[in-house]
């Protein structure tokens, strides 16, 4: 009786650390990201960067190219590190100012757990067109760059009730995002 | 003797804290002279005053000190509610029509001279009482959009936490007489989750819902929850996240009665879309979000609150006649 508590604790300790590997193997986000001049020397090994963004009402999208990896989570990071920087974002006025990665993990439940700092709560000004459109684009980024079934934000590291007041961010963002919207035009005035 | 010095010293020193401290206090009170509500700001820091900038934006007067200072509040009469946030204080005054103010010394303080908008003799009785009869069952509940640190869409000498919870309280006014009960889901600048919207929603029996919030775009957007394929009315029963499947037809009419109302009253476009908001899809009654234009683009004065109002009573009795 006495053996089997510190083996279980053992045992979870190896899953644990089996699954909650936090993406640092001590190369920066910025070394990942080829930059333009030498983008021609590494077009046949770079790996394509999808990013999806919000822009007024719509979601737009950027592909980029990186540094040639197989590990599809890396290619998520960079992803929504370049989607939260915006740097090559046409126009980035739909997205929080100074938002950081904080870190991504990916659960045995297909889910990615994306971590941001709380920037993206206290820099959104946005309606709830716009709160949506921002979810969209972080469900949207991640799915087009990795094989996750769901992604679930949290801010500093913890569960926040909600983004801008609108919708949840206590649940997944899947079924959030993927209902169709219906908009009915702009009805004019006169 | 050294002992004592050192006390001395001591005490003075902390005497000389306490004073700086109240220093940056700033006290208020008020006075009601014939349709005129006066309200001073008293403080010792000359520069608290000297610096303050006011700005009015509809029943909302924001004013700025642009330094930290330590509101003690005091005396205030009933149409006049202030909130602290950072450095500044947004006074709420019903039925405000315009301010004037002035700086004044010994002591340094600031005067707001606040004029209220005459009470409206009630409209002709027997054609509106007549139309309006269908309403008198009706329990309608207004939500002012956000609260507290969340303070939604922000601008230079707005935030739409606070505009909101004044045209909300404004409406109700306004719609109250015309209805059996026009009730507020958020009567104060604090900050309420969702959920505990949904529970404070529940304990009350509703025939309508309105929330309403501020949006950038120069239009109305006027929304109502899009629920999931397999939401029936069935379905709703059991699951109370889905309760909205049972009423979503009426809130399309509701929605599109408000929006025409609207746009023959203020001239302005609505645009209309059904999104899975998780506030409108739990509430058992027909349910609607309004979005105004922010400030720049619409004014909201008294004359703004009658046209979004009547917009609501008419889009009520489309209902109630159905
Ligand atoms: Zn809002």
């Given at each position: 009786?006495?053996?089997?508590?510190?083996?279980?604790?053992?045992?979870?300790?190896?899953?644990?650390?089996?699954?909650?590997?936090?993406?640092?193997?001590?190369?920066?986000?910025?070394?990942?990201?080829?930059?333009?001049?030498?983008?021609?020397?590494?077009?046949?090994?770079?790996?394509?960067?999808?990013?999806?963004?919000?822009?007024?009402?719509?979601?737009?999208?950027?592909?980029?190219?990186?540094?040639?990896?197989?590990?599809?989570?890396?290619?998520t990071e960079?992803a929504l590190t370049e989607l939260f920087?915006?740097?090559?974002?046409?126009?980035?006025?739909?997205?929080?100012?100074?938002?950081?990665l904080?870190?991504?993990?990916?659960?045995?439940?297909?889910?990615?757990?994306v971590?941001?700092?709380?920037?993206?709560?206290?820099?959104?000004?946005?309606?709830?067109?716009?709160?949506?459109?921002?979810?969209?684009?972080?469900?949207?980024t991640?799915?087009?760059?990795?094989?996750?079934?769901?992604?679930?934000?949290?801010?500093?590291?913890?569960?926040?009730?909600?983004?801008?007041?609108?919708?949840?961010?206590?649940?997944?963002?899947?079924?959030?995002?993927?209902?169709?919207?219906?908009?009915?035009?702009?009805?004019?005035?006169? | 003797?050294?002992?004592?010095?050192?006390?001395?010293?001591?005490?003075?020193?902390?005497?000389?804290?306490?004073?700086?401290?109240?220093?940056?206090?700033?006290?208020?009170?008020?006075?009601?002279?014939?349709?005129?509500?006066?309200?001073?700001?008293?403080?010792?820091?000359?520069?608290?005053?000297?610096?303050?900038?006011?700005?009015?934006?509809?029943?909302?007067?924001?004013?700025?000190?642009?330094?930290?200072?330590?509101?003690?509040?005091?005396?205030?009469?009933?149409?006049?509610?202030?909130?602290?946030?950072?450095?500044?204080?947004?006074?709420?005054?019903?039925?405000?029509?315009?301010?004037?103010?002035?700086?004044?010394?010994?002591?340094?303080?600031?005067?707001?001279?606040?004029?209220?908008?005459?009470?409206?003799?009630?409209?002709?009785?027997?054609?509106?009482?007549?139309?309006?009869?269908?309403?008198?069952?009706?329990?309608?509940?207004?939500?002012?959009?956000?609260?507290?640190?969340?303070?939604?869409?922000?601008?230079?000498?707005?935030?739409?936490?606070?505009?909101?919870?004044?045209?909300?309280?404004?409406?109700?006014?306004?719609?109250?007489?015309?209805?059996?009960?026009?009730?507020?889901?958020?009567?104060?600048?604090?900050?309420?989750?969702?959920?505990?919207?949904?529970?404070?929603?529940?304990?009350?029996?509703?025939?309508?819902?309105?929330?309403?919030?501020?949006?950038?775009?120069?239009?109305?957007?006027?929304?109502?929850?899009?629920?999931?394929?397999?939401?029936?009315?069935?379905?709703?029963?059991?699951?109370?996240?889905?309760?909205?499947?049972?009423?979503?037809?009426?809130?399309?009419?509701?929605?599109?009665?408000?929006?025409?109302?609207?746009?023959?009253?203020?001239?302005?476009?609505?645009?209309?879309?059904?999104?899975?908001?998780?506030?409108?899809?739990?509430?058992?009654?027909?349910?609607?979000?309004?979005?105004?234009?922010?400030?720049?683009?619409?004014?909201?004065?008294?004359?703004?609150?009658?046209?979004?109002?009547?917009?609501?009573?008419?889009?009520?009795?489309?209902?109630?006649?159905?």
């Amino acid at each position: 009786m006495f053996i089997i508590a510190p083996i279980l604790l053992l045992c979870s300790a190896a899953v644990a650390y089996y699954f909650f590997i936090w993406r640092d193997d001590g190369e920066t986000l910025s070394q990942h990201i080829v930059s333009r001049k030498e983008q021609e020397k590494v077009v046949d090994n770079s790996t394509q960067i999808h990013i999806y963004y919000p822009e007024d009402s719509e979601l737009k999208k950027i592909t980029i190219k990186s540094k040639q990896t197989f590990d599809a989570i890396k290619s998520t990071e960079v992803a929504l590190t370049e989607l939260f920087s915006g740097k090559n974002i046409p126009n980035r006025s739909s997205i929080p100012a100074d938002v950081k990665l904080l870190g991504l993990y990916y659960g045995v439940d297909k889910i990615l757990y994306v971590d941001v700092s709380s920037e993206l709560k206290k820099n959104f000004q946005g309606d709830a067109t716009a709160e949506l459109m921002l979810l969209k684009s972080i469900f949207e980024t991640v799915i087009n760059n990795m094989e996750a079934e769901d992604v679930k934000v949290l801010i500093d590291s913890a569960e926040a009730e909600s983004l801008g007041g609108h919708f949840y961010l206590r649940y997944p963002l899947r079924r959030t995002v993927t209902q169709e919207i219906v908009t009915d035009g702009l009805h004019k005035a006169g | 003797m050294a002992k004592i010095n050192c006390l001395i010293i001591i005490l003075l020193i902390a005497l000389i804290d306490v004073s700086l401290a109240d220093d940056s206090s700033i006290v208020v009170r008020s006075s009601e002279q014939s349709g005129m509500i006066r309200i001073v700001f008293e403080t010792e820091n000359e520069s608290l005053i000297s610096q303050a900038s006011v700005f009015e934006s509809y029943s909302l007067v924001k004013i700025d000190f642009n330094e930290p200072f330590n509101y003690k509040g005091g005396a205030l009469l009933e149409p006049v509610k202030i909130y602290k946030k950072e450095d500044s204080l947004f006074m709420n005054i019903r039925n405000l029509q315009k301010i004037k103010f002035v700086r004044l010394s010994s002591p340094p303080r600031l005067v707001i001279d606040a004029y209220l908008a005459e009470q409206k003799s009630p409209p002709p009785v027997n054609t509106v009482q007549a139309e309006t009869k269908e309403l008198r069952h009706l329990v309608v509940m207004f939500d002012a959009g956000h609260g507290g640190a969340d303070m939604g869409v922000r601008g230079e000498q707005f935030k739409e936490s606070l505009l909101t919870l004044s045209i909300t309280s404004d409406l109700a006014k306004q719609i109250a007489p015309k209805v059996q009960k026009a009730v507020l889901l958020r009567k104060e600048d604090v900050q309420q989750s969702i959920e505990q919207k949904l529970t404070d929603v529940g304990n009350t029996r509703i025939d309508a819902f309105f929330s309403i919030h501020l949006t950038r775009q120069k239009h109305f957007n006027i929304y109502i929850s899009k629920m999931p394929a397999y939401a029936s009315s069935k379905v709703a029963k059991y699951n109370t996240t889905l309760a909205q499947s049972a009423y979503i037809e009426r809130s399309r009419a509701l929605a599109n009665s408000v929006g025409q109302a609207i746009t023959n009253g203020t001239k302005l476009n609505v645009v209309y879309a059904e999104i899975p908001l998780p506030l409108l899809s739990a509430i058992k009654a027909p349910a609607v979000m309004l979005e105004l234009p922010e400030p720049q683009t619409l004014s909201y004065n008294a004359e703004t609150i009658d046209t979004l109002a009547a917009s609501i009573i008419k889009a009520l009795m489309d209902y109630a006649k159905r």
